[in-house]
Structure formats: structure tokens, C-alpha cells
């Protein structure tokens, strides 16, 4: 088998606590032998931080500079006796110089859409979806494959060549049915940002569904530019930070059910996370959810929020564990392979 060397070019990488890092990391780490990967990332540029969202930096980058760094790549490699392929991960300043590129040198390439940035645009600063749409239909219109996070996402996005890329869940979370007491956990974890909805998370009230005695908690595990005033708006919410691996996995663990509340995700890994904890998932009927709640199965959808909670809380937890019991990031890695390769 030809080696193969995976030029992968994206806007996000570590230190940032991302999907998008999550999902290439795992991918990588899952790869055959015979294909690696070289990253072009924000580490490698000066950059600078948006002021109302500073956890992601903007890489400063030329076409000039991102043109010598892909000419060399290429150069590099081939002489080693690789198959070069090129990934386009994100649709940022490097993603947008790369595209710019590979263009003018007639080099096919593939992309990723993880996130639906129009609508988080109109979350964030309520700039019209048309008004932004246009950017990334151009963006991925001549990919070979635009690899998607779910089938819903893909359908939207038929008039790209769309696919979808699946995604896995790391060894730490695992099914353990821990001891459940009078308390109602609900939990979210992941960026805490003005997109992600949080607000209805807060904000639930489940009191018609649970015991007068229970004492219903609401926990935030995670950290971003709007922790501080979801802080001061409810001071009865429970914040834990950023929590990972082991820790990560009790979080899933000991809660009752885990809250996914927004509506701008193109999939959510910690959906996944969580069933694979055998804790079920209460989230609106959007994109993402809907490819991974089966009602009454491992969690439950539904255009009011409580109500969804409230079905979620009678789901079975071994069943929620077995409902992702096969999927893994090795699947992932294979697709990926495929993609790049056809």
C-alpha cells in the first residue's frame, strides 16, 4: 500500500477545547499505519483574539504565506514518497488561504462542516443567516467530498457533494449504573457560549414530573465567554469547569439526564459521551439530535425542552447504553480514509 500523508489544514486546534479538535484527534490517533497526517494549525501564526469570543484565536496568514507553506508541504513529501491528500477543516482565515491555494494550483481537495455558522451568527449578533450563507456555500462547493457530521446535516447541504463522517466516543465513557438517591442531576457539558442555548437550560422546570421530595440539580461543566454571566443570572446552577477523561465520565455517570440545548450544533460528540455513560439525552428536534435520540430508547426530543427531560427521565439506562454500544472512533478513522482516497 502507497503511503499516504494527510495534509490537514484547520482553524482549531489544541490547546482549544473543541468537536473539531475531539473529532481529528481521534481520527488521527485511529489511522492505518500506511496514511499520517501533517497539520497546518494556528500554532505555526501569530494571531489574535475576537473580542467578544477570545477562547478561539484568528490566525494571521497571507495567501503568500499559506502558498509557501502548502508549496513545501508537497515538495516535502513527495520526495519522501507520499501520496499527498489535502483536508480543508474549517472555513476560518487558514481554511479560506488554503481553499485559495489549492485552487490556483488545481489540487483537489477535500472539506468538513462541523459547525452551522450562519445560524450561530444570527445566535450570537443576530446577523441574517443569508447574509453569511453565502460564504460557505462558496467555500465548499468544489470539494470532492464535504464531510458532515450527520445525515440531517448532509441533507441540508445537498447542493455540496455532502457525506457524512461519523463520529466515536473515547474508552472513558462507559456504562456504570451508579447508585441513584433522591436528587433529580440534569447535566450539560461542553462550550459555555450565548449559542449554545443555555439560557433554556437554566431555566428548566421539570417540577411536575419528578417527586415533591427530589431535589432537582442543575449542573454546567465546561467553561467560555458567557460562564461569568450565567453565573450571576443563576446563582443556583452548579459549575464545575472544564472536566476531562475519568472525571469527565462521572460527570455523565451520576447524572439522570443530560440536557443538550442547542439548536445550532451540527451533531454534539457529547450526546454520545453521554449514552455511552448509559445516561439518556433530552434535546429540541434539530440537527444533531435527531440523528442519535431514538425516543423513548436513549433520551427524547421535543420542541419543549421540559417536556423532552421529563419523558428522558423514565428512558432505561442499560438500553441508552447499548443504543451506541458499536460506535467507535476506529469507524470514523475508516471513513475518513475512504473519502480522501475515492
Known amino acids: 500500500m502507497a503511503r499516504t500523508k494527510v495534509i490537514l489544514i484547520t482553524d482549531a486546534w489544541e490547546p482549544q477545547v ?72 474549517t472555513e476560518g482565515i487558514l481554511g479560506f488561504q488554503a481553499r485559495r491555494v489549492l485552487e490556483k494550483l488545481g489540487i483537489k481537495y477535500t472539506t468538513s462542516y462541523h459547525t452551522k455558522f450562519p445560524e450561530f451568527f444570527n445566535e450570537m449578533f443576530g446577523i441574517p443567516v443569508s447574509w453569511t450563507k453565502w460564504y460557505f456555500d462558496w467555500f465548499h462547493k468544489n470539494a470532492k467530498y464535504v464531510m458532515c457530521s ?19 466516543y473515547d474508552s472513558h465513557f462507559r456504562f456504570n449504573d451508579t447508585y441513584r438517591d433522591n436528587k433529580v442531576v440534569l447535566l450539560y457539558t461542553g462550550r459555555v457560549s450565548k449559542e449554545k442555548n443555555l439560557d433554556a437550560f437554566c431555566e428548566l422546570d421539570v417540577s411536575g414530573c419528578v417527586p415533591p421530595t427530589a431535589e432537582v440539580i442543575k449542573v454546567i461543566v465546561g467553561d467560555g465567554p458567557y460562564k461569568k454571566k450565567l453565573q450571576k443570572k443563576y446563582p443556583n446552577i452548579k459549575f464545575f469547569g472544564y472536566q476531562f477523561g475519568e472525571a469527565l465520565a462521572q460527570c455523565y455517570q451520576s447524572a439522570d439526564v443530560f440536557v443538550f440545548p442547542s439548536k445550532v450544533d451540527t451533531f454534539g460528540i457529547v450526546i454520545l459521551e453521554s449514552m455511552a455513560c448509559g445516561t439518556p439525552v433530552a434535546a429540541y428536534p434539530v440537527t444533531g439530535p435527531i440523528d442519535q435520540i431514538q425516543n423513548g430508547v436513549n433520551g427524547y426530543v421535543d420542541e419543549d425542552l421540559s417536556t423532552a427531560v421529563c419523558f428522558a427521565l423514565n428512558v432505561d439506562r442499560g438500553g441508552t447504553y447499548l443504543s451506541v454500544k458499536h460506535i467507535n472512533w476506529k469507524n470514523s478513522s475508516d471513513q475518513f480514509v475512504h473519502y480522501i482516497l475515492s
Open 18 to 89: 473543541s468537536g473539531v479538535v475531539t473529532t481529528y484527534k481521534n481520527i488521527i490517533a485511529n489511522l492505518p499505519d500506511w496514511v499520517t497526517v501533517d497539520v497546518i494549525h494556528p500554532g505555526l501564526f501569530n494571531s489574535f483574539k475576537f473580542p467578544f469570543y477570545k477562547e478561539i484565536p484568528v490566525s494571521l496568514c497571507s495567501y503568500r504565506k499559506m502558498f509557501k507553506i502548502i508549496e513545501e508541504r508537497d515538495v516535502h513529501w513527495h520526495k519522501l514518497g507520499y501520496d499527498t491528500k489535502y483536508h480543508i477543516a
Open 150 to 168: 450527520s445525515e440531517s446535516n448532509a441533507k441540508e447541504n445537498s447542493h455540496w457533494n455532502s457525506v457524512v463522517l461519523g463520529k466515536g
